[in-house]
């Protein structure tokens, strides 16, 4: 049986369910990160022309700060927002 179908019919929270699985990479963290890439995009200094292997140590540094302060920041909001899954699962066959 899968964990959310277990969840369910064992009456345990589903956002609690879905956030414990442990995938790899986990998706509550991939869709905070997801939010935070328009302002990634924003950041002064990232010169976004230049490939990533020719930034200077400095530059990926700068980078990855600016990053992970996004992130936590993203990730912050997410844990904070009390808020759960509304959308509806399309069923088979409904357009849309």
Known sequence: MLRSEQAVA????SELTIRAVGYDPNP???GAIAAILPDLCET????W???LASWSREEMLSFLT????LI???M???DLSGSTITRKCRSAG???
């Open 10 to 13: 064992e009456q345990i929270d």
């Open 28 to 30: 509550w963290d991939v």
């Open 44 to 47: 002064p200094g990232i010169d």
């Open 49 to 51: 022309t230049k490939q």
């Open 66 to 69: 600016a990053a992970f302060a």
């Open 72 to 74: 936590r920041k993203g």
């Open 76 to 78: 912050i909001a997410r």
């Open 94 to 96: 409904t357009p849309g």
